[in-house]
């Protein structure tokens, strides 16, 4: 079965520093990769997605993502994490028809 | 363009009760599917309705049954509740079955007592 591993609970990172939240997957075949996230007490906002391509993907809010294969990794990256940033981030995979998500990493962005 | 709206957002439950819990996809979508959150994970997939059929089902008792019905709307429905269906709620929406982009709702909180 598809799945992503997020190792971290928690990063925490000032406000202007490079953001970085760690995901590894683990699938048969191409992986269709996504980051999505969660504010408080609120449903899943879609951020970005790796299907083909550029290794460098582009996101929402200055978010990208690194694919790369031979890590089997999947990171997201902002270059100046903002406290408006803080919130949980949820790497998935497309397993297949669904999205198999991974445990989450709470992102604190301190002023 | 209404985004994918979930009802309702709230509700608490006695154990043994049953609930049923709303969800109207995003404009143009055909494809519902259902996750739960609980406190501190990530969603798990429940079930998936195209065509007003369930197409994949996780892995969840048959005490959480659905519906799609023809305008792509969808119910969740979870009999015999138990203490650890506490949980969110959470709706999405996508065009055809391939899952790419997800829509989600803000999801429906369900304790139960």
């Known amino acids: 079965a598809q799945s992503v591993a997020q190792p971290e609970d928690q990063v925490n990172v000032a406000e202007g520093n490079p953001l970085t939240v760690k995901c590894t997957y683990s699938?048969?075949?191409?992986?269709?990769l996504f980051w999505y996230v969660q504010y408080p007490n609120r449903g899943l906002q879609f951020l970005l997605k790796?299907?083909?391509?550029?290794?460098l993907v582009k996101g929402s809010y200055g978010f990208e993502a690194e694919f790369n294969k031979s890590q089997t990794s999947f990171h997201l990256k902002k270059p100046s994490a903002l406290v408006s940033d803080s919130a949980l981030y949820f790497c998935?995979?497309?397993?297949?028809?669904?999205?198999?998500f991974g445990k989450g990493n709470q992102v604190v962005v301190i002023p | 363009d209404a985004g994918v709206t979930q009802s309702p957002t709230h509700l608490i439950k006695t154990r043994g009760q049953q609930v049923t819990l709303r969800c109207s996809p995003k404009?143009?979508?055909?494809?519902v599917s259902w996750y739960q959150q609980a406190l501190g994970q990530g969603p798990q997939f429940i079930f998936q309705y195209y065509e007003e059929e369930e197409r994949q089902r996780g892995n969840f008792p048959d005490r959480f049954s659905g519906h799609q019905f023809p305008n792509y709307s969808s119910e969740l429905n979870v009999n015999a509740l138990l203490l650890g269906d506490s949980a969110l709620y959470l709706c999405?929406?996508?065009?055809?079955?391939?899952?790419?982009?997800?829509?989600f709702g803000e999801g429906s909180r369900l304790t139960v007592l």
């Open positions: 699938v048969s075949g191409n992986p269709y």
């Open positions: 999405a929406s996508s065009w055809g079955r391939n899952t790419g982009e997800l829509f």
């Open positions: 998935a995979v497309r397993s297949p028809n669904r999205l198999a």
């Open positions: 404009s143009g979508h055909d494809t």
């Open positions: 790796y299907i083909t391509g550029d290794n």
